[in-house]
């Protein structure tokens, strides 16, 4: 379990810092992270640190052009994702894209949460901007809309990116995960691999799954009202504390319902995040004064999908410890 727990479930939320209306200033802002209002596309090109380079992350998930409601509240201020032809949303993509890499550090990295519909269209495009492919994620959930007339969708894309070839920030050790190898199989190897990696544990693979690892539906506890399309925390998790250090600058161009924000605080980085709507960037920003509902909760767990096959417990005591070989 980890001890960077930034708020207990419950606690009131931060008071919105009114911050005046300096051009290109954040509407709100609680220690090092801030929420900006306004169309990305915009905020990426004017907000210094995206000016600069001086971002070290990004985490974007954007809208989908899926006729999506960002409007529960009904409050008519709220990006229209219904309006736009394939063509214009391609441009709308590539434009976000661009000052995405522009806004990054030469070391910096990029993730995009993104359908089977634009993947494609988004690794050609990073690719001809010279950026490099490091992983192309799945995140899997179980719970995808129900179809009869073709095999029901159960995945959205995680594709992480960097700026630069080799350079860039890289912690396997905060996402390690029980290994098969433990968990199911009570395989000696595991104990004596010279990897480097922690006896009994392994590097996450490239699809994502796994207990709350779910879409955030129904009572779900991590659910924010009014939020169509809210990632589980376990998700960001991953992605902030493999891909960039306590103190690094994250951005979010797509804030929603704070989730990065929500984590890259907990986590103790700073903070940027975009969002078009003013009333989803207000329940962003309380959320991110409340914290994380699961903190560490899932970490080092096992995603085994079979059941135990082991003739014994593990040795739980030689789970985590560095193996002698290494
Ligand atoms: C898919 S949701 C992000 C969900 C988020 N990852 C979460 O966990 O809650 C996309 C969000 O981007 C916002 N948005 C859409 N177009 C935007 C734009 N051009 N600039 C800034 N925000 C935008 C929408 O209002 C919506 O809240």
Known sequence: MSSEIAAKPGRKPAKPEAKGKAPHGPKYALGESRVFVGDSRELLRSVPECKS???????????????RDYDRLKTGETWDDRSMSDGEYLGFTRAWLDGCVDALTPTGSMWVNIPDDWAAEI???????????????????????????????????????????AKRTWNPDEVLEMSD??????????????????????????????????????????????????????????????????GDLVLDPFLGSGTTGVVAHA????????????????????????????????????????????????????????????
Request: proline share 5%; aromatic share 12%; charged share 25%.
């Open 53 to 67: 380079g001086s971002v070290d992350l990004i985490f974007a998930d954007p809208p989908f052009n899926w006729s």
């Open 181 to 246: 190898r433990a968990a199911i199989y009570g395989d000696e190897r595991t104990f004596n691999k010279k990897d480097g990696v922690a006896a009994g544990m392994r590097v996450p693979m490239d699809v994502w799954y796994g207990q709350y690892w779910g879409r955030i539906q129904g009572n779900n506890k991590e659910r924010r009202a009014n939020h169509d399309n809210q990632l589980p925390e376990v998700y960001l998790e991953r992605v902030i504390r493999a891909t960039s250090n306590p």
């Open 267 to 326: 986590l103790k980085r700073r903070f940027i995040g975009f969002e078009f709507s003013p009333a989803n960037a207000k329940s962003a920003f309380e959320r991110i004064g409340l914290g994380m509902v699961r903190s560490g909760g899932v970490r080092g767990m096992s995603t085994a999908i079979f059941p135990n096959r082991r003739k014994s417990e593990p040795d739980k005591a030689r789970i985590g410890k560095k193996p002698a070989g290494a």
């Open 123 to 165: 690794v050609v495009h990073l690719k001809s901007k010279r950026m490099h492919m490091v992983n192309w994620c799945v995140w899997h959930y179980r719970f995808g809309q129900n179809t009869t007339s073709r095999f029901i969708n159960s995945k959205v894309h995680a594709l992480y990116f960097s700026k630069h070839p």
